[in-house]
């Protein structure tokens, strides 16, 4: 029994060591929990540079849009590139009211609904790639301490099953195998905060990027509706 306690008291309980003592269970919990955690932080750089480069892109647009540069010369340089967000509704809104014109658009009541709902369609399609990935950061804040709670239950049970055949109590004895159930919490934490924070500041984040969307859209609806009631007062004296 004492060389029993001797041998306990050396056994390394470093982080490595206490991993590959660890049981199979115990270990498969811990290598998830890593992995998550791995891709939660690539999800964080992948949201930061997209999310900065949206704001650069927004800011542009906005710029050009109330330069003074025509509608018309504005879309014909946007439309022959890929855009997103504020540019991809003006995108959207103007090849509507185009299509809408060259096929005798009438009622402008009937133009306003096609060209407000293109705007909506592309309004939600944006905010859907702004919120990709983040159920992901959501999923891992909530189960990731349960998961690697449950790692550590096992690994607990399987450290009393150890002592009971060793029919020890001593402190060198336990704990290490208590130390190894442990830190499947541990990464189960390390692994939840982050992506917690993140997913709360990346939704915080597009919602205000949506928002600005959405005010554009409400703004350029009413410069189109403007447009509209023009052309459609002028078209008779035309024809």
């Known amino acids: 029994m004492e060389q029993l306690g001797l041998e306990a008291a050396h056994t ?4 490595l060591a206490l991993f590959w003592q660890a049981g199979l269970i ?17 999800i964080v750089i992948e949201k930061i540079i997209a999310y900065n480069k949206e704001r650069r892109a927004y800011n542009q647009f906005e710029d050009a849009f109330w330069s003074g540069t025509s509608l018309e010369k504005l879309y014909s340089t946007l439309s022959e590139r890929k855009t997103s967000g504020m540019a991809a509704i003006f995108v959207s809104a103007m090849r509507e009211w185009k ?21 909506d369609v592309a309004i939600q399609r944006e905010s859907d790639a702004l919120e990709a990935r983040l159920g992901f950061l959501a ?14 239950v096992v690994g607990i049970m399987t450290s009393f099953q150890a002592i009971a055949g060793s029919k020890s109590t001593n402190l060198a004895v336990v704990a290490p195998g208590i130390a190894e ?9 390390v692994a939840a905060i982050p992506a917690v924070i993140a997913y709360n500041k990346f939704s915080a984040d597009a919602g205000k990027l949506s928002a600005r969307m959405e005010g554009f859209a409400d703004e350029f609806s009413a410069i189109l509706s403007r447009q509209i009631d023009e052309k459609m007062q002028s078209r008779p004296a035309a024809e």
Not at 181 to 189: F, H, K, Q, V
Request: no cysteine; hydrophobic share 55%; aromatic share 8%.
């Open 26 to 42: 115990v270990k498969l919990v811990m290598l998830g929990l890593i992995a998550a955690s791995v891709w939660t932080w690539a």
């Open 181 to 189: 159930a442990l830190l499947a919490t541990a990464i189960g934490l």
């Open 99 to 119: 299509k809408s014109f060259e096929r005798g658009a009438r009622t402008p009541v009937g133009l306003q609904m096609r060209v407000d709902k293109a705007m």
């Open 139 to 152: 999923s891992v804040g909530s189960a990731a301490p349960f998961i690697g709670l449950f790692g550590t």
């Open 12 to 15: 390394d309980v470093g982080l």
